[in-house]
């Protein structure tokens, strides 16, 4: 079989695996809500382990894509289940609040640390989500870029609306990418 038709299901569907990481309340489970529902809202509610969405979408050049997105808990205590949620993973949005300076360095300790327990390539976007509240301009993107080799670095805001869809389709194309190589 084919890896192209591996990523298909039997309805012609693109399938991947996407996971959302980085601290607690950077946003992420506000990202998907954003993304998916349309919808946001202002109280934090922490999340406990993992939790899947389905998001069907079309790309501009028309192939349909299921997206199985794992929302899962940056809070400390979930750290020991964590690497068992990432497994197969094949795009990671890697997380940090733009006016959250330690959300940004624990990218380059925790964060990156528990990203290599994925055993399989993957490709990796980062966010700087919360854009809408200002940037207090503390990323450096050369140290990101040689640390992770992201596909693209942007800003988002759950709140707004800015990049989010953006975010999920140029991770998806990226994970289409190598398929057709
Ligand atoms: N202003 C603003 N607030 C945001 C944005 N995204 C999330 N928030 C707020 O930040 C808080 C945390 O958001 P969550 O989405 O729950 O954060 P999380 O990363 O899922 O947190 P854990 O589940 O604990 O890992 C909530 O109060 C949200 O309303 C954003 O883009 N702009
Ligand atoms: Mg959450």
New binding site residues.
């Given amino acids: 079989m084919s890896t192209i038709m591996m990523k298909e299901d039997h309805f012609g569907f693109y399938v991947f695996k996407v996971i959302l990481v ?1 601290d ?8 998907i809500n954003k993304y998916v529902f349309n919808q ?8 406990i382990g993992s939790n899947i969405i389905i998001k069907d979408l079309e790309t501009d050049d028309g192939k349909k894509v299921k997206l199985s997105i794992w ?1 899962i ?3 400390q205590k979930w750290e020991v289940m964590r690497p068992v949620y990432y497994q197969r993973a094949d795009g990671v949005l890697l997380i940090y609040d733009v006016t959250n300076k330690e959300s940004y360095d624990n990218l380059f300790t925790t964060w990156y640390h528990e990203i290599q327990t994925i055993h399989q390539d993957f490709k990796l976007m980062i966010l700087g ?5 200002g940037d207090l301009k503390f990323e450096d993107e050369n140290a990101l870029n040689e640390k992770f080799n992201p596909i693209k670095i942007i800003k ?4 707004n609306g800015e990049n989010v869809e953006k975010a999920f389709i140029e991770l998806t194309k990226a994970m289409i990418a190598p398929l057709y190589e």
């Fill in positions: 980085g607690a309340a950077v946003g992420k489970t506000s990202l946001f809202a202002e109280d934090y509610k922490a999340s929302d808990a940056g809070q989500n919360k854009s809408d509240k988002t805001s759950a709140k």
